[in-house]
């Protein structure tokens, strides 16, 4: 008599933590831990869902919900991955008012800033995050050119008859200014962010725009030990040299900059802070040059002055 057994393979990902079973960000309340858990248990609760790892899905819902969903347990975990999450923790709203009317306000704030657009007076500065950063949120530092009436002479340009000496009879007083935003959690890319208006004081109102772009990590390519990363460039930044940013999974935003007259397959170090300092990974930018599909009449010009300035180069060179 012979028998046959039948084994299945289940595939299950046990490298998430517990935030990440439940797909909740780990500053998440204790009331969006429990909606997030009972709309994944409808899913994956074995009566409903007959796939082969339903079950052991269920298993890490529900112990990822019974350690989240307690006080005690949920700091203990949340010390091993050292976050801190001090006003996460078990708070009842309705004994805290002053907390929920907070929350209702931002809230009201954000929803009144999505309705906001830019328009052709806007200034729009382009940021560049991480989809961790998208997906939890983050902040970023803008540097911005604030232009606003002279204090002295309040946009008059003249005291007495004479030219006024703080602003030299501009009118305008302008500094450069640092602005802290924050970018919600969850953020669309290319969505706008309406920060503020500047040159409040000016002549004219400008509103401030944070246009957000989500960069997919960087798809490393290996040679013996070396890593290299593929960037592209059109062919004027080959030629005048331009600062460049990758984005590593591991390692963040790397900075680079890349020089004047670089040639086709140049690579570039670049520059990575590592654990191992011994005998650490060597990362390359390889630089590919795209060249333009057509050229507009604007840019046949401009090519033509380039050659014939090459020309009379060249001319001068044979006669000497």
Same mark, same amino acid.
């Given at each position: ?12 990902? #046990? ?33 409903? @869902? &007959? ?80 989809? &961790? ?16 009436? #002279?204090?002295? #002479? ?35 890319? @290319? ?87 011994? @005998? ?16 507009? &009449? ?18 001068? #060179?044979?006669?000497?």
């Amino acid at each position: 008599m012979k028998i046959f057994i039948k084994i299945t393979l289940v595939m299950v990902d #046990c490298t998430k933590n517990l935030y990440e079973i439940l797909n909740v960000s780990p500053h998440a309340s204790f009331d969006e831990i429990k909606r997030a858990y009972k709309k994944l248990v409808r899913i994956y609760h074995p009566d409903v @869902n &007959k796939s082969n790892d339903a079950d052991i899905k269920f298993k890490l819902l529900n112990n990822a919900y019974d350690i989240l969903s307690d006080e005690e347990k949920r700091r203990n975990y949340d010390n091993i991955l050292n976050i801190t999450n001090k006003n996460f923790y078990k708070k009842d709203e309705k004994k805290d008012p002053e907390k929920k009317e907070y929350k209702e306000i931002k809230k009201t704030l954000y929803e009144y800033k999505k309705t906001i657009v830019p328009d052709e007076n806007s200034i729009i500065k382009e940021v560049k995050i991480s989809k &961790k950063e998208a997906l939890f949120g983050t902040t970023r530092t803008v540097n911005i050119l604030n232009t606003q009436k #002279c204090p002295k #002479c309040l946009g008059k340009k003249f005291i007495n008859g004479a030219r006024c000496s703080f602003c030299l009879g501009e009118g305008e007083k302008k500094e450069h200014k640092k602005i802290e935003a924050s970018i919600k959690k969850d953020v669309q890319n @290319n969505e706008y962010i309406y920060i503020g208006k500047i040159n409040s004081s000016a002549l004219y109102d400008k509103k401030l725009f944070l246009k957000v772009v989500i960069e997919p990590p960087q798809k490393l390519y290996f040679e013996g030990e070396n890593v290299l990363i593929k960037v592209q460039i059109p062919l004027y930044d080959a030629i005048l040299g331009i600062n460049k940013e990758v984005y590593i999974e591991q390692a963040g935003f790397i900075k680079f900059e890349i020089p004047p007259l670089t040639k086709p397959n140049t690579r570039i170090p670049l520059e990575i802070e590592q654990k191992n300092k011994i @005998n650490p990974i060597k990362y390359y930018a390889t630089i590919e040059v795209i060249f333009p599909e057509t050229l507009s &009449k604007e840019e046949k010009i401009l090519y033509d002055k380039i050659r014939s300035l090459n020309s009379r180069e060249e001319d001068i #060179c044979r006669q000497i």
